[in-house]
């Protein structure tokens, strides 16, 4: 005990000699040059530009063509900023998923009989969140449109191949369909339809019950809501100019909805949404429709339009047929077979 009281004295003594002493500092230690240039080369902005670079190939999940692209820019970034870079190759394949043990139930909180408090395994309160999260492997799940595209890859005979060996089974199919502009080269109709732009926040209800009973059945389209339609008109490629609007005795008989793809080499135009209601099928509007949204896209320059549909929408296929398109790509998407009940 003596000693440490003493040690402390000591130390305390010679802290204040310390204190109490005049002169120079003690001069910092030299920067390692290494750390000093990599310092240098901060940039925020940069750092923020590379994030969004990243955006461009979506959900990159291991194993996938986007995935390998995506390396393949950040290894271009390294090598821009003069960093070395190093390849290390691997094959990877998709782990299973486990199976849960037969007969484990999923865990969950005891609840007492009481109504008090409830409990999990151990006698522990249940506390933060209680229920399962993990990454979405579902790409029809992913809310953002633009993201869910990316994350369609284009089907080739590689995937269908695997897909058999898997036991997997298609559960859609989605055609890019791609055509030159201007249309020279098809039949156009008697007269030019009668259109006119989309007035935002006046034509909301009367396009999205268009909409709504056009798409009663499609996966992506169907049962939209205002707020839909609010998040892409703040979209910074919304034209209010390329949604194209027909009516008939008063009310909206069909519409022909157009986007630009400004970043794409060279740049696309898009026919994005088209449909026409029900009660005016069957008379040519969508063909007609049609013709003036690819107008529309020819009159801002662009030199090519593309569109997407459903490879089992046969009567659409036909129309677009007439107008030139054909199959640029294929999209599938794949399941298990559905499990017997257990």
């Known amino acids: 005990m003596r000693v440490l009281l003493s040690l402390a004295a000591v130390l305390m003594l010679g802290a204040a000699s310390v204190s109490a002493q005049s002169g120079p500092t003690v001069?910092?230690?030299?920067?390692?040059?290494?750390?000093?240039?990599?310092?240098?080369?901060?940039?925020?902005?940069?750092?923020?530009?590379?994030?969004?670079?990243?955006?461009?190939?979506?959900?990159?999940?291991?194993?996938?063509?986007?995935?390998?692209?995506?390396?393949?820019?950040?290894?271009?970034?390294?090598?821009?900023?003069?960093?070395?870079?190093?390849?290390?190759?691997?094959a990877y394949n998709t782990p299973p998923p486990a199976p849960r043990p037969a007969g484990a139930p999923a865990a969950a909180a005891q609840q007492p009989p009481s109504g008090g408090v409830p409990r999990i395994s151990g006698g522990g309160r249940p506390r933060g969140q209680r229920a399962a999260t993990g990454v979405n492997n579902d790409p029809?799940?992913?809310?953002?449109?633009?993201?869910?595209?990316?994350?369609?890859?284009?089907?080739?005979?590689?995937?269908d191949r695997l897909a058999t060996e898997l036991g997997l089974l298609c559960r859609r199919e989605l055609l890019q369909l791609r055509r030159s502009l201007p249309l020279d080269d098809v039949a156009r109709p008697a007269r030019d339809l009668a259109t006119r732009a989309l007035r935002p926040g006046r034509d909301d209800d009367a396009w999205l019950a268009v909409n709504n009973a056009a798409f009663h059945w499609h996966p992506d389209q169907a049962g939209w809501t205002r707020s839909d339609l609010d998040t892409r008109v703040a979209e910074a490629w919304f034209d209010p100019e390329?949604?194209?609007?027909?009516?008939?005795?008063?009310?909206?008989?069909?519409?022909?909805?157009?986007?630009?793809?400004?970043?794409?080499?060279?740049?696309?135009?898009?026919?994005?949404?088209?449909?026409?209601?029900?009660?005016?099928?069957?008379?040519?509007?969508?063909?007609?429709?049609?013709?003036?949204?690819?107008?529309?896209?020819?009159?801002?320059?662009?030199?090519?339009?593309?569109?997407?549909?459903?490879?089992?929408?046969?009567?659409?296929?036909?129309?677009?047929?007439?107008?030139?398109?054909?199959?640029?790509?294929?999209?599938?998407?794949y399941e298990g077979p559905t499990r017997p009940p257990q």
Not at 48 to 74: H, M, P, S, Y
Not at 140 to 152: C, G, H, I, V
Not at 261 to 281: C, K, N, R, S, W
Not at 294 to 319: F, I
Request: charged share 25%.
């Open 140 to 159: 029809l799940k992913q809310p953002d449109e633009k993201l869910r595209a990316l994350n369609a890859e284009p089907a080739t005979d590689g995937h």
């Open 242 to 333: 390329g949604f194209l609007l027909h009516e008939e005795g008063g009310r909206l008989a069909g519409f022909c909805w157009t986007k630009v793809h400004a970043d794409h080499d060279p740049p696309l135009g898009e026919i994005y949404v088209i449909a026409v209601h029900p009660d005016f099928q069957g008379r040519g509007l969508g063909r007609a429709l049609a013709v003036a949204g690819l107008d529309h896209l020819a009159g801002r320059g662009l030199p090519v339009a593309m569109l997407y549909v459903e490879a089992d929408n046969e009567p659409a296929l036909a129309v677009y047929r007439s107008l030139g398109f054909a199959v640029h790509h294929r999209h599938r998407w």
């Open 27 to 90: 001069p910092p230690l030299n920067p390692v040059p290494d750390i000093t240039s990599l310092i240098s080369r901060l940039s925020l902005d940069r750092y923020k530009a590379t994030i969004k670079g990243l955006t461009q190939f979506g959900d990159r999940r291991q194993g996938t063509e986007r995935n390998r692209k995506a390396v393949d820019w950040i290894e271009a970034q390294l090598k821009s900023y003069g960093c070395p870079t190093e390849r290390v190759k691997y």
